[in-house]
């Protein structure tokens, strides 16, 4: 089993899909990947959250949408992370601090180089944590290493 996959079982599994395969990731780590049905999903780290697209033929019609391909690419993010940050190396991705992941902050300076797995880890686990609460909620946000 690899990594990826590991970790999307670990800290996504609480959705209820079970996960076969990451088919694609994007730079700023929104995935593609499967089920053990053979249904795709989209995971999106940002808005934490796991869409079911159904079988190929829907899952290339959403990846196939302007709306989709804008944020799949995230060109104008990708264009600055490379600027600040440089390159991301094989197995990392783009995202934001965790801080500004949690509150949606898409300013240049809260984009970070992560491990895919990392992110998805964290992803995961600030999704489960929040996902029944009110929008606007505040919260506390407390990063360990």
């Given at each position: 089993m690899s990594r990826q996959l590991h970790a999307l079982r670990s800290a996504w599994g609480w959705t209820g899909v079970e996960?076969?395969?990451v088919v694609a990731h994007s730079l700023m780590g929104h995935m593609l990947v499967t089920d053990t049905a053979g249904l795709f999903h989209y995971l999106d780290p940002d808005l934490g959250a796991v869409t079911l697209l159904g079988d190929e033929a829907a899952a290339q019609a959403h990846m196939a949408l302007a709306e989709t391909q804008v944020i799949w690419r995230a060109d104008k993010l990708v264009d600055a992370?490379?600027?600040r940050l440089g390159a991301p190396v094989i197995g990392e991705v783009f995202s934001l601090k965790p801080q500004a992941?949690?509150?949606g902050d898409y300013a240049h300076e809260n984009?970070?180089?992560i491990d895919l797995v990392d992110l998805?880890?964290?992803s995961g686990d600030i999704a489960r944590q929040t996902r029944d609460l009110p929008e606007g909620a505040h919260i506390n946000l407390k990063v360990e290493d």
């Open positions: 996960f076969a395969e992370a490379l600027a992941l949690v509150a984009l970070i180089r998805i880890y964290l």
